[in-house]
């Protein structure tokens, strides 16, 4: 019997200990939580409430109060449902989402400041039955904020593209405000045509625009511009801006001060990105000389007197095209006279020449005559 008796409040001992377990002093939080400067940041809470029991013996109530703090040399209060004890760096900025008789404490700071990086404690207070007051802080579930003081600003992406084709350019911005993301907005508005994405990267979302637009000839050295533009709740606006240069190319234009003068060919050449650039001979196909540019515009000189063709030609090629130009040597002034005074040169040596010989038989012609004429022997030999 005695044993049988021990053996029952034993059963209720084991059964009593872990419903006092579970029904504990227990907050589920994020434990750290990173956030980005000027955004705001939700603390998703929810607590456990065990009505005092153990402090004031079974005395009934319900959690009523919900007070965050920040743990610093003198804890402050940065939210508190009587705003006048909210410490005035948090006054305006903080809200209590969730519902402290739903045992949820889930808090948000709106435009988030370097200072507030920390660690945050709640602390839960009820009303008991006889009018006491019950509370708890939850010091051994502290929240750690982080926030970065990074830049802040968007970053934008592009592929370059052909001038007069469609350019996809892409903005984005990490954020972790789920209630109020940033909005993102370009410069290019009169052609704009933007889709925007939301993606979930661990506590942190990234915000995307893609922007397609076709390209034009003024857009060249043209600055796109993204703007994040935040909304700071109370405190009005806050925009943070990222410029950069539209990523636009054109196939090689060989332009028309490309000439040949009296010594030198020279071929001017634009493109973007910058080209390779030969001259070839005749035939088209042997490089008599090649340069792989290194700007835009460039001039590309040949000295036509180390080359003996009629026709040059001079092509460049980038990696949205190609474009070749043929020089006529002949049709060149300058070329001209070079080649008639060098023709005339060897006309007159070939005259000379021609007269030389001339001269040099009618010579000879006499000589033999005289020779006829002045050898008795030359009769008999015939
Ligand atoms: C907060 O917690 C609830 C319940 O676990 C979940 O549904 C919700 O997505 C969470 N919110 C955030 C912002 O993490
Ligand atoms: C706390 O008290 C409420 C009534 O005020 C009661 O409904 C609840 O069951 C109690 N909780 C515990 C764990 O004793
Ligand atoms: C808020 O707190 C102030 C200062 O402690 C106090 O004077 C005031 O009565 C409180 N207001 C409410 C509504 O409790
Ligand atoms: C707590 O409240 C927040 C804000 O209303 C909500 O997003 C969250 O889902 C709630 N959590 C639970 C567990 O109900
Ligand atoms: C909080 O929850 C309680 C009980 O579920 C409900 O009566 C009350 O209206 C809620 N308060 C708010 C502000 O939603
Ligand atoms: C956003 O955050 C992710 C992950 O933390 C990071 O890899 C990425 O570079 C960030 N993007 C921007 C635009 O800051
Ligand atoms: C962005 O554009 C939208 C629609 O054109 C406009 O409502 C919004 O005010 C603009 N935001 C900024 C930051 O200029
Ligand atoms: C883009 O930003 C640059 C530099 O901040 C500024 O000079 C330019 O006017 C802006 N362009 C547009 C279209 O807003
Ligand atoms: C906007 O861009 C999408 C995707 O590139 C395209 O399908 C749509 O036709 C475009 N709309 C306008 C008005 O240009
Ligand atoms: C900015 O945030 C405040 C507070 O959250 C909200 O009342 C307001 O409607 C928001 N404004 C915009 C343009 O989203
Ligand atoms: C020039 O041509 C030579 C021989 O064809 C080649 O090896 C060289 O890479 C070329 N240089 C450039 C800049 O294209």
């Known amino acids: 019997m005695a044993t049988r008796q021990l053996w029952i409040i034993s059963l209720v001992l084991c059964s009593a200990l872990p419903s006092a377990a579970t029904v504990n002093w227990k907050l589920t ?12 940041v939700i603390i998703n809470c929810t607590f456990e409430y065990n009505n005092c ?12 109060k919900g007070i965050w703090m920040k743990k610093e040399g003198m804890d402050v209060n940065l939210y508190h449902p009587n705003s006048s004890q909210i410490h005035s760096d948090f006054r305006g900025r903080t809200e209590l989402l969730g519902n402290i008789s739903q045992k949820n404490c889930t808090l948000k ?55 007069g084709s469609l350019a996809t350019v892409t903005c984005s911005i990490n954020y972790t405000c789920v209630s109020n993301p940033p909005d993102l907005n370009w410069s290019h508005e009169q052609r704009e045509n933007d889709s925007i ?56 234009r060989i332009k028309e001060e490309s000439a ?27 490089v008599i000389s090649n340069i ?21 030609y001079c092509e460049a090629i ?10 006529s040597l002949g049709s060149s002034l300058g070329f001209l006279y070079i080649v008639i005074s060098g023709f005339a040169v060897l006309i007159i040596i070939l005259l000379a020449a021609i007269f030389y010989m001339w001269r040099f038989r009618i010579q000879k012609e006499k000589k033999n005559t ?6 008795p022997l030359y009769k008999t030999t015939e």
């Open 29 to 40: 939080v994020t434990n750290n939580i990173q956030a980005y400067q000027h955004d705001c």
């Open 53 to 64: 029991t153990e402090e004031q013996k079974k005395i009934q109530s319900t959690p009523e």
């Open 109 to 163: 700071i709106n435009n988030l400041r370097k200072t507030d990086a920390g660690q945050y404690i709640f602390r839960v207070e009820g009303i008991t039955t006889k009018g006491g007051i019950c509370h708890y802080r939850y010091i051994e579930q502290p929240v750690k904020l982080k926030v970065f003081n990074k830049d802040t600003r968007p970053v934008i992406t592009m592929d370059e593209v052909k001038v």
């Open 197 to 252: 994405y939301k993606n979930r990267h661990g506590d942190q979302w990234i915000l995307t625009s893609i922007l397609t637009f076709q390209t034009q000839e003024s857009d060249l050295d043209t600055m796109i511009n993204c703007t994040a533009k935040y909304n700071l709740s109370s405190s009005g606006y806050e925009e943070k801006k990222e410029s950069t240069l539209l990523k636009l190319g054109y196939p090689p």
């Open 260 to 286: 040949c003068s009296k010594n030198q060919c020279v071929c001017v050449v634009d493109s973007r990105p910058p080209s390779v650039i030969r001259w070839l001979s005749s035939d088209g196909k042997s």
């Open 292 to 312: 792989s540019a290194k700007e835009y515009k460039v001039e590309y000189e040949l000295n036509i007197l180390d080359v003996n063709v009629g026709v040059l």
């Open 318 to 327: 980038n990696r949205h095209g190609k474009s070749t130009v043929s020089f």
């Open 370 to 375: 005289l020779y006829m004429m002045t050898n």
